[in-house]
């Protein structure tokens, strides 16, 4: 059964710090890896996906990189300001499944 | 880009009532819409996946019974909590295949049983 981790749950930072979020996987067998955003009460906005043949996507300031042979993937994003303040979740697809698996979360706060 | 539009947004029911949530797809057609439910500081469980037209096909552990899904045009997705207690309370999310192989989510709905 595919697990989903993401340590820590939260992290507090201020305005400018360069920062890594992980995520980790127990099935390398999967299809690809998403990292969204979602902001208090909301739904979910895509950050970025990657396939398993990837090993990285940019999109401005957010970078992800996806080690499949070893269950990680990283999430960084530069330059943080306040409003990337949001819970940032990590989910996988499965091989061969539509089923996404979602970690916990890490809860995001950047200090002005 | 493709857009769910999710409602309510939150509802607040008294226990044994039930509770009806709506999921549009605007600009698009979903054939497949996913309905996962979140608990407080829990990750995001997937509870059914609904295709247009068939019954819906629920994970291990979700009632069907109780959460009865129904997905009878391309553009409509809903879900009904039926005689809701205060343990359903709980965040309801529905996404939906866009291409391949990305999604999109609903706004969610933040669901109170008192």
């Known amino acids: 059964k595919q697990e989903v981790t993401q340590i820590p749950a939260a992290l507090s930072v201020p305005e400018g710090e360069n920062l890594v979020l992980n995520c980790s996987f127990t099935d390398s067998a999967i299809y690809n890896l998403q990292w969204f955003r979602q902001d208090p009460g909301k739904g979910l906005t895509s950050l970025l996906l990657?396939?398993?043949?990837?090993r990285e996507q940019t999109s401005g300031r957010l970078n992800a990189s996806l080690d499949k042979s070893s269950g990680r993937s990283t999430l960084y994003i530069a330059a943080s300001q306040p409003g990337d303040s949001a819970t940032y979740l990590c989910?996988?697809?499965?091989?061969?499944?539509?089923?996404?698996?979602f970690g916990k979360g890490m809860k995001l706060t950047v200090n002005p | 880009g493709a857009v769910v539009s999710q409602h309510p947004s939150w509802v607040i029911c008294k226990s044994g009532t039930s509770v009806k949530i709506e999921c549009r797809s605007l600009d698009f057609q979903a054939t497949t819409m996913f309905w996962y439910r979140q608990f407080p500081k829990q990750s995001l469980m997937l509870m059914a996946t609904?295709?247009?037209?068939?019954?819906?096909?629920?994970e291990q552990g979700v009632e069907k019974d109780k959460f009865l899904i129904n997905h009878a045009s391309l553009t409509l997705s809903t879900l009904t909590v039926t005689s809701a207690h205060p343990e359903d309370s709980s965040f309801y999310i529905c996404s939906a295949r866009v291409g391949a192989p990305g999604y999109t989510f609903g706004s969610g709905t933040r669901l109170t049983v008192v």
């Open positions: 990657i396939q398993s043949s990837q």
């Open positions: 989910a996988v697809q499965q091989g061969g499944s539509e089923k996404l698996v």
């Open positions: 609904s295709n247009e037209g068939s019954k819906a096909t629920y």
